[in-house]
């Protein structure tokens, strides 16, 4: 079994930061790839940033520059680090982690999103 959460959201005034988390626990080894969503209401969900199993990052033209990606040394956690935050980043930021379980097995999951939400 693997379970994947978010945590981190809340509330940041413009131009403020704030550090979302993905944990990936269970039946896992290692977190291989991720990839951050988010979804704002009325909109379709998109890719905001994604780190491959090298580490490689790739982020939406609207977050580039602001918004970056790590991992723990674990490597069971990734953080989002949105800084210079701006009201169209108000959305749910959901993380979908591809895993290594401990059997050797590669999985996706999602989970259950954290909700961002940016004051003017």
């Known amino acids: 079994q693997v379970q994947v959460v978010e945590s981190g959201g809340g509330l940041v005034q413009a131009g403020g930061s704030l550090r979302l988390s993905c944990t990936a626990s269970?039946?896992?080894?290692?977190?291989?790839?991720v990839g951050w969503y988010r979804q704002a209401p009325g909109k379709e969900r998109e890719l905001v940033a994604g780190?491959?199993?090298?580490?490689?990052?790739t982020f939406a033209d609207s977050v580039k520059g602001r918004f970056t990606l790590s991992r723990d040394n674990t490597q069971k956690t990734v953080y989002l680090q949105m800084s210079s935050v701006k009201p169209e980043d108000t959305a749910v930021y959901y993380c979908?982690?591809?895993?290594?379980?401990?059997?050797?097995?590669?999985?996706?999951?999602w989970g259950p999103g954290t909700l961002v939400t940016v004051s003017s």
């Open positions: 979908n982690a591809f895993v290594m379980t401990t059997t050797r097995e590669f999985m996706g999951s």
């Open positions: 269970g039946s896992v080894a290692k977190i291989s790839a």
């Open positions: 780190m491959l199993a090298g580490n490689d990052t």
